[in-house]
């Protein structure tokens, strides 16, 4: 199997980590290209029969200019043209207005988009619950998927989930 898959979140959410710790050791490709590629290919998750492509979406956030505006629109473009889509929030913070303006974006996406609760190590199992539905209300997911980036936990079950739409 083969696919790729977008990974959008704000600022400090874990997306890095999560990258790090999906392509591992195994890194094929590290681009250093500044933000004004349309894509970043971040790692490639490879095993005897299968390659998954993470790409690292640049620049979604409110722009402030038009010209961020347009980077924006073509980050977007790109969400349908995946397999899955990854928005990582911070299970640790409240859903704010970053998370907010990317949801507002992610309604119109084609591509299944998956929920990932990252940073579970730092909130109690019965918090998550009234989290997930609050982000319930918000848009409809293809999948929920918590997980610790940092220590690893679940990840494994987030790309077995992601296979199922390969
Ligand atoms: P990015 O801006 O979305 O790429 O976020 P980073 O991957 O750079 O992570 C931002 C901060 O959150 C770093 O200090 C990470 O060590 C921390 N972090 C990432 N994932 C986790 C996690 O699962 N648990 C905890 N406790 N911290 C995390
Ligand atoms: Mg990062």
């Known amino acids: 199997k083969s696919g790729f898959v977008s990974i959008v979140g704000r600022p400090n959410v874990g997306k890095s980590t999560l990258l790090n710790r999906l392509v591992g050791q195994k890194i094929a490709i590290m681009s250093d290209k500044a933000q004004t590629t349309r894509n970043k290919i971040q790692g490639i998750y490879t095993t005897d029969d299968e390659q998954i492509v993470f790409i690292d979406t640049p620049g979604i956030h409110k722009p402030k200019h038009r010209l961020g505006d347009f980077m924006v629109e073509t980050a977007l473009s790109t969400f349908n043209e995946v397999d899955v889509v990854l928005f990582l929030v911070n299970v640790a913070e409240k859903r704010g207005a970053g998370d907010n ?24 199992p019965d918090e998550l619950l009234p989290i997930i539905e609050d982000y319930n209300k918000q848009m409809e997911f293809a999948e929920i998927v918590p997980i610790s980036a940092m220590e690893g936990n679940n990840v494994d079950h987030l790309v077995d989930t992601i296979r199922n739409y390969l």
Not at 108 to 113: D, H, M
């Open 101 to 124: 303006y990317i949801i507002d974006k992610l309604k119109y996406v084609e591509s299944p988009v998956f929920l990932v609760l990252n940073k579970i190590d730092q909130v109690h």
